[in-house]
């Protein structure tokens, strides 16, 4: 019986991305720290109040800074307790999609929510809106929920739970943290999540500049810099052949010729949130076997 790919990916996914503590997620570690202490230190100054997001008061009174803090400080313990879990969580999105896409997606993500929230209090649908990084955990969400595929399944009373079921009850918990008025934002950011991921909009063919990259890198650190890394594991010390083995003696295997991708394949990946040209390469390089073209690509990862 020939393994399922989903068994591939879950593999990469335990072992490679949701490694424990925030390697490889620096732009995350920021984002928590950032929450924890704006949240803190805006409950420690008692001005919750001036936080969350307001027509007359952000652009009739020049309180500018609440479309920024609108999205970092939760004003209710709970809403920092399961939101900084799932943003820990998310974390390994991070890892996934490399620093600067990651961070891009969550700028789109955060700019759409924001538009939305102005039109339902424009149009006053809702008198208030809770403040947090709703639009975030819950853009996020989209991505948890078509590229993560469950790795454990099991039922209660009937019901089917796998080991994602407790991540949507954290967030449904999220969700009415602050009923009603935590409900809004967080149906933004679920609503700008499904824009970002549908492809009638160019959003996740935005990169970010290289320039602010190195930037960046050079004064936050919160980018690695790739190429110099690449470059400095090139001079490692190559090991003496081992004769027990005889692969380091007469080489590696000869490589499999390239052939064209089958399409079916080529959507699988996609499907399971690879980019279609990484996906074609992988399938080329590797005869069309999709398992090895899985394990090339969470390799790269």
């Given amino acids: ?3 399922r790919p989903e068994l591939f990916l879950n593999h990469i996914l335990i ?11 620096p ?3 920021c984002l928590c720290t950032l929450c924890v202490g704006a949240s803190v230190l805006a409950s420690f100054l008692n001005v919750q109040h001036l936080c969350n997001l307001d027509i007359k008061n952000t652009f009739g009174h020049g309180q500018v800074w609440r479309l920024v803090t609108s999205h970092i400080v939760f004003s209710t313990q709970s809403g920092i307790f399961f939101g900084i879990l799932l943003l820990y969580f998310f974390r390994e999105f991070e890892r996934r999609f490399k620093t600067p896409k990651f961070a891009v997606a969550v700028l789109v993500l955060t700019t759409l929510s924001t538009i939305f929230q102005l039109i339902l209090l424009a149009a006053k649908v809702a008198k208030r809106l809770a403040p947090g990084p709703y639009s975030i955990v819950f853009g996020l969400f989209t991505f948890f929920f078509s590229d993560i595929p469950p790795s454990m399944k099991g039922g209660l009373l009937f019901i089917p739970i796998s080991d994602k079921t407790f991540k949507y009850l954290f967030g449904l918990q999220l969700m009415f943290a602050e009923f009603p ?15 970002y991921r549908s492809r009638l909009f160019p959003f996740q063919r ?3 500049p290289l320039w602010v990259q190195r930037c960046c890198a050079q004064y936050c650190k919160c980018f690695y810099n790739q190429s110099r890394r690449r470059r400095n594991a090139g001079y490692q010390q190559v090991p003496e052949a081992d004769p027990s083995m005889p692969q380091q003696l007469f080489g590696p295997p000869p490589a499999v ?3 064209e991708p089958d399409p079916t394949r080529v959507q699988t990946l996609v499907g399971m949130g690879f980019e279609e040209q990484q996906a074609r390469r992988a399938l080329s390089r590797n005869g069309n076997n999709l398992e090895a073209a899985v394990g090339m690509l969470g390799a790269s990862w």
Avoid: Q, Y
């Fill in 181 to 195: 008025h935590s409900i809004w934002p967080s149906l933004c950011g679920l609503l700008a999540g499904v824009l």
């Fill in 257 to 259: 010729p390239l052939v």
């Fill in 206 to 208: 935005i990169r970010m």
């Fill in 27 to 29: 732009f995350s570690k």
């Fill in 1 to 3: 019986k020939r393994p």
């Fill in 15 to 25: 072992h490679k991305v949701m490694a424990p503590g925030f390697g490889k997620a």
